[in-house]
């Protein structure tokens, strides 16, 4: 698969938000999942985009976001996902990856028409997300055990949505990258 | 209600698209409603804005795309809900309505903050655009009984996204501009 | 030239807005000019987009822009060069052709890559349409026979900017589809 | 002067681009300038925002961008602006300030209404970052002592262009923060 990146959601994260007692069993699921298609991703040099909500932090980098997720009570969700020196980087403000950010900008630059969604949360970000992609004429993979959610009926209807009305195709992460 | 409008989402519509068998029994259920419900809204003077797929046309306006609805099997169904000449217009390309539209300056620049949502398809654009809405920080009202969907099911975990993810506020159309 | 669109800015207008005393002169040279250069445009089959200002009306489709403009006093610097049943046609609220416009869909949809600006003002619209193409990285030609200007020092600053900071072409309007 | 931002465009530099050296004297003539200003900013408490290209490196935050300024040649043009622990930071990807970045959601987020627009290049990013802000509805300060250029006659113009057409004030940086 070429041309195909692979976009971490909301991933780098101190899990102290609303709901995010109910993200946390998805999440951790979803870390070992990830961490091992992160590895093929690299592995076979396809491009690797962390887009992460800033937190309302607008000072904030990477590097500061990371390292105060790193310093929480969660930081075994972060560490086995982490941005390597090759990784790109976006920070959004709001739920969409591709509201206000350069992403799209980015994406076309470098040639990148097919986008493998994972991270969190299914049934709010990576649904807007894809249908965002979906809308800028991207191809969109959602591999349904890389992502995680808060409320699991939501999740179910999201995933169903993505793949009816978005185009998205949606399948297992074993298929990707092997 | 003040700085409330009226937003018409995809109801001037030949319905010869992909699906429409499915979507015309529940559009046929909101043409009355939403009808009812124009009728109050310009009574009390709130701005009706008809936000509007140019299916495709570039040359298309707002005659046009009426005439040719007008004129096809299912007029019974746009006749009701059409615009009258106070009535504001913006074609849309793509679901959203506010995706690549001047929708938000048109909004900002009359003092709009709220937004009432009608039209189709509940589970397609009215979804998408109550997300775009809320990440443009406007207030999201989406009468139950005022959009028409393809799928109950997906519509059904919509209206819930809506409420539970995007702060709308779902309701009774009987309940607006009482 | 293929993929390549002529781009005709806000010469459907009324002159009675400030400064149109100003720019009268300078419309009345180039609409010949524009007349000849839609007429080979035409005949060549290249695609002619308007984009034009909605002078505020929300309403307004280019019908309604158009009669209110062959109705006013400068009547014979509109109609011949008004667009034809092919031309397609964009509203715009502000300046630059690409603000809140579905106008780069439009163009990538079409596979246009090119653009010959043309219209006026040279120091207003036209300046801030060929930074916002040079940005979005289309490449951009401007006939400078065929582009009207408020002040003709700015205009010629602006003409001098659009070549040396925006990669534009800047040439005279016979060497276009000749 | 409440509600108003001190903006620093392109002042994170290694000055090795094309027209470096045309820009290197007029850069070094507003480094103080704009040091005094940021002084007099930060003291008042107005919020300051750099908004900075990221030089084609989408991993660069401005940590990185900054370190490698400082160990550029040109390290003394960059020391004495640099950011401090309260400035506000937004990364670019082409020329104006607002282009595909969360610039617009930040400011209307801290209700920041009135940009005093500094920094480089007048004839270019500081134009178009004008422009932009104009369309969008901000009011606009340039102090022309505070914008370094490339080209004389093109600054001037400039100037010129956001004084009569977008509404922009032109003042000196001592009528600032005074």
Redesign the interface.
Known sequence: MDKTALIVIDMINTYDHKDAELLLPSATAVVPVLTTLLGRARERGAPV?YVNDNFGE??S???ELLDRALAGPHADLVDPVRPDA???????????IF????L???LHEQGIRRLVLCGQVT??CV??SA?DA??RHFEVIVPRDAVAHI?Q??AE??L??ME??MGAHVCASRDLWR
Not at 86 to 96: E, N, Q
Not at 99 to 102: L, N, R, V
Request: aromatic letters at 12%.
């Open positions: 985009v607008w000072r980098h990477h590097g090759r990784s790109l980087f976006v920070l959004k403000a709001r739920h969409s509201f206000e950010t350069p799209t900008y980015l049934e709010q649904l807007y249908l979906h809308i409320h009926d939501l209807a999201a169903l949505m009816r009305n």
